[in-house]
DNA sequence: AAGTGGTCTAGACCACGAA
DNA sequence: TCGTGGTCTAGACCACTTG
């Protein structure tokens, strides 16, 4: 571990920088599964930092599946497996990344339309109001693996149909581009059977089985729901990862 | 909040003990939805504990899901659908009772049985080992809901296979009648199509869609695993609900 | 014995919300 | 202005692992 690229003068806390700092290294493979990291103590010593803040960072990453931490031994880099599909909150194009596969996008659907009864209460908005439909198919290694139907408050992020989203990612580009952190997510998923629409755009028989992801999507206040997505994946090649705490 | 009844000398962590102690009036509920909490440094004063300690209780209650809270106001109580089936580690029989609906079973298999590679893999044992088998039929509100495999290390829980599980929870009865704590599970989610088995004990047409979990449970050291189970439910009946952190 | 993570203290300054 | 949660410091003792 290099020296102090941290700004103590940063609004960013440090705890934060340090934090990312090292997701960075284990996501683009400099750290290798199972490597052992700096101790809390040598983190204190090389950021100029004290224990405390060494520690959050550590805990944080233990938590969010990237590290785990053995009392006596140190703090080692989690293999890769046990950082898919946990509780994170990830759309499809980081979930593809995850698991090792190149993602891609062909898009159905691009508008700003008024929502039924049902969308408008899912977003906690008026009738009246704008929401931008995306409807994607989505591509695992150039094969067809989703079908992703989202729904947008477009009053917070207005423009973003003008984007071509065959090539992008739409959190991605909520972030960069609108300035729009997600912060939490609630999520549905059950089986069900293709329909004629889904055997035709994932290349799959009527009837095979299917498996279906509904989630209403927060902001940062945590309150205010900004995206409502229906995906369907081929229940053939998808399977999704949980980890439960006790 | 009233006094000090924390035990200083005890080996249960202070934040530990403070945590536990709120989290048993919420869900007791003699503390509202909504309600305020005693603030960091109130807590601070009524345990006689320093404000780190409080925060950390504070914390975990929040990213456990029992607490929300704002910066300026203040700690609140958690609205109860928000503890709700996010990734809380429960059998069967618990997650039917946060679902309000009675559950039931009705017994398949129980014995004991030599693991084939597969599973003694799964459980991390040789195939010399004994396994104890159960499977059930498991009922909500007297319908079959789903069938439910399940194969426990039997050295970690000897003389089990004479308990009768169709009116028992099994994770309850480790718990109870071999002091067994579960602290994690790692589990897998994917769509399917009913078999003829599946069919004819869950009152389904074979090609009706099911949802498939495997889980794989470790025991309070978080690292030796005791249960590999595998459970398929009615995809029509059951939907599995889930909570993102972004 | 030395190093590690786990817990804990007693302070500090900050940004934010409400009065 | 005052109380809140958010961050941070510079120490401390403990239990555990490894040499």
């Given at each position: 571990?290099?020296?102090?690229?941290?700004?103590?003068?940063?609004?960013?806390?440090?705890?934060?920088?340090?934090?990312?700092?090292?997701?960075?290294?284990?996501?683009?493979?400099?750290?290798?599964?199972?490597?052992?990291?700096?101790?809390?103590?040598?983190?204190?010593?090389?950021?100029?930092?004290?224990?405390?803040?060494?520690?959050?960072?550590?805990?944080?990453?233990?938590?969010?599946?990237y590290v785990y931490r053995e009392q006596g031994k140190g703090s080692f880099v989690a293999e890769p497996k046990l950082r898919q599909g946990l509780l994170q909150l990830t759309g499809f194009t980081e979930d593809m990344k995850n698991r090792q596969m190149k993602p891609g996008a062909r898009v159905l659907e691009n508008r700003v339309i008024e929502p039924d009864e049902e969308l408008a209460n899912n977003l906690s908005i008026d009738s009246g109001s704008n929401v931008f439909l995306l409807q994607r198919v989505r591509f695992a290694e150039e094969e067809p693996l989703a079908i992703e139907t989202t729904h947008l408050r477009y009053d917070l992020c207005e423009g973003i149909k003008d984007y071509d989203f065959s090539g992008r990612s739409l959190y991605t580009t909520l972030r960069e581009e609108f300035?729009?952190?997600?912060?939490?997510?609630?999520?549905?998923?059950?089986?069900?059977?293709?329909?004629?629409?889904?055997?035709?755009?994932?290349?799959?028989?009527?009837?095979?089985?299917?498996?279906?992801?509904?989630?209403?999507?927060?902001?940062?206040?945590?309150k205010t729901p900004i995206e409502y997505a229906r995906s369907t994946y081929r229940g053939d090649r998808y399977k999704l990862f949980v980890k439960l705490k006790g």
């Open positions: 571990m290099n020296r102090a690229n941290v700004d103590k003068r940063s609004p960013v806390p440090l705890y934060y920088q340090i934090k990312e700092t090292i997701k960075e290294k284990i996501e683009g493979g400099s750290l290798e599964p199972h490597e052992r990291l700096p101790s809390e103590r040598e983190l204190e010593e090389d950021y100029g930092i004290s224990r405390m803040t060494a520690r959050r960072a550590l805990t944080e990453l233990e938590s969010e599946g300035n729009i952190t997600l912060s939490r997510a609630e999520q549905s998923v059950e089986a069900s059977l293709a329909d004629e629409f889904e055997a035709k755009n994932l290349q799959v028989d009527q009837g095979d089985p299917m498996l279906i992801t509904e989630r209403t999507t927060y902001i940062g206040d945590e």
